[in-house]
């Protein structure tokens, strides 16, 4: 069962009503039919993924599935879309049904795409499999570097080893856990001085120190 749904204007953080603002003008007007196709599916994508991300996990998904029939195939935005798809948490659908949208999205990956959007990529398929309990999603973190050599890629490592720590503690892997953790510090962008976040990102510590109590807690460090 997936959590309720939260009264409009009310999602888990202070920017719920300005997401609603943004679902009330905006769906209507892909409704409109007035955007090419193409284009149309990519605000979708974005929308649903948008609403996905603070909770509102039906119309996320309702928004992805129309999106994703009318993005090319292969193209990364295809693939993307349908990992997103594969993202079990909060959803009314089987496990099972997430996973076939895994396997399409893998599927739908162009072979010819640039290091950042491969590591996108990457992450999005190990973690979307360990999400649904799949343990084949351990055989693809060997994929996601410690060290970044752009600032693009140290985003999408970030990322892979903050979703990956969440991963290993649900799967009860603590050491794993630690290990990803710990890795966000070393994924910084060539030129990026030691000490500085990555432009437009938060410090990695601000991502992962919070989880440092619940990492202690199961394994007796709790102080």
């Known amino acids: 069962m997936h959590p309720p749904r939260p009264p409009e204007g009310h999602r888990r953080t202070v920017f719920g009503p300005s997401i609603d603002a943004v679902q009330r003008e905006l769906v209507p ?23 996905m991300e603070f909770g509102d996990w039906d119309a ?8 994703v029939d009318r993005l090319p195939d ?12 594969g993202w079990p948490y909060g959803s009314p659908r089987p ?4 996973l076939t949208q895994v396997y399409r999205g893998v599927a739908s990956a162009p072979a010819d795409v640039s290091e950042s959007d491969r590591l996108m990529l990457d992450r999005l398929h190990a973690t979307r499999l360990l999400f649904c309990g ?8 060997d994929r996601i570097p410690d060290l970044a050599g752009t600032q693009e890629v140290a985003i999408q490592a970030l990322l892979a080893h903050v979703d990956l720590t969440y991963a290993a503690m649900l799967w009860g892997h603590y050491e794993r856990a630690d290990h990803h953790a710990a890795s966000p510090e070393s994924c ?8 500085s976040p990555t432009p437009s990102r938060p410090r990695p510590s601000i991502w992962t120190g919070a989880g440092a109590a ?5 394994t007796g460090r709790w102080r």
């Open 29 to 51: 007007a892909l409704n409109d039919g007035a955007l090419p196709a193409e284009r149309e599916a990519g605000v979708r994508a974005a929308l649903g993924r948008l609403l």
């Open 60 to 67: 996320g998904l309702e928004q992805l599935e129309q999106a």
């Open 74 to 85: 292969p193209s990364v935005a295809r693939a993307v879309t349908l990992l997103w798809l």
């Open 95 to 98: 496990v099972s049904w997430h």
């Open 134 to 141: 799949d343990p084949a999603g351990w055989h693809h973190v």
């Open 188 to 195: 910084r962008a060539a030129g990026t001085s030691k000490g």
């Open 214 to 218: 619940g990492r202690a807690w199961p």
